[in-house]
């Protein structure tokens, strides 16, 4: 069978897969409202799931002040589009460069043919002081860097196909839970601040950074920022170290081993249409990267 042949075969089975899950999409509806109640029971089975549903990292802004970005994780990302239905998604390495990856992710609502692509870019080249050396990654790297890559992509792309209003709402419904039961307050955020702690965090910087004396002082909102940042750490977004520098983010030499640890910041994304919160990943409009 000829090249030719085996590729035109291939393009007719493609189009007559998406021909019958849309003609699917359109036969049976979703409905929104179910969809989200869904996203809500599935984000809210237990407190752990809950708490790996959204994320906050410690930051400084331009005038040195303590802020919190927060935003939806790639677990609620999964969540949504396993309940939002007729969802056709796709990710794929687009080039493999002496320094980067350049990745790609298609987000496909079927019924309302709604469709996003979302590129992102890593860095695979590590070591280099002041524009000397370096080296690039090995090929196991590569393939690391790369699925983490795609995942991001993927993420913006799920979230910029389902609308954030109901995002929101599954969101905020996770965060409430994740809270946990009717235990006194403090208690909750001796119990978070003791597993941080474990985690490689300071007690006396999160006291700090928080502005508390004593752990009696923490709020519900507080307790939740806690929790953020743990799954902040846990999904590797930010190293222990650095939760809570109190100088403004500088730029590190990092080894392969460390930049993974970092990648999910966004440091390191392309010049696409739209706008790409460097840390959080989260498009936000159609312009150049600010970075």
Not at 1 to 29: F, G
């Amino acid at each position: 069978m000829s090249e030719e042949l085996v590729v035109k075969d291939n393009s007719i089975i493609i189009k007559a897969e998406l021909d019958t899950q849309i003609t699917t999409a359109n036969a049976y509806p979703r409905d929104e409202m179910v969809s989200v109640k869904k996203a809500i029971d599935m984000a809210c089975i237990d407190e752990e799931t809950a708490a790996e549903c959204f994320y906050a990292l410690p930051r400084k802004d331009k005038d040195k002040n303590n802020i919190l970005i927060e935003g939806e994780s790639i677990r609620l990302a999964e969540i949504v589009r396993c309940t939002w239905k007729h969802m056709h998604t796709q990710t794929r390495v687009v080039e493999v460069a002496e320094r980067y990856i350049v990745t790609e992710a298609v987000a496909w609502d079927l019924q309302n043919n709604n469709k996003h692509i979302a590129s992102d870019r890593i860095s695979i080249w590590f070591g280099e002081k002041n524009g000397k050396g370096g080296y690039r990654a090995n090929n196991d790297m590569q393939i690391v860097l790369a699925k983490a890559s795609q995942a991001k992509a993927l993420r913006n792309a799920i979230f910029q196909v389902i609308p954030k209003g109901l995002v929101k709402v599954v969101a905020k419904a996770a965060r409430k839970f994740s809270l946990g039961d009717a235990k006194p307050l403090v208690v909750k955020v001796t119990a978070a601040v003791n597993k941080l702690v474990k985690m490689g965090l300071i007690k006396e910087e999160m006291m700090t950074y928080f502005g508390h004396e004593k752990l009696e002082d923490f709020t519900e909102e507080d307790y939740a920022s806690l929790i953020g940042i743990g799954t902040a750490l846990k999904e590797k977004m930010i190293k222990p170290e650095d939760v809570f520098k109190t100088e403004e983010n500088q730029p590190i030499e990092m080894s392969a081993n460390e930049k993974i640890n970092e990648l999910l910041a966004g440091k390191d994304s392309p010049q696409v249409t739209e706008t790409i919160d460097g840390v959080t990943g989260e498009v936000t409009e159609d312009k150049d990267l600010p970075y």
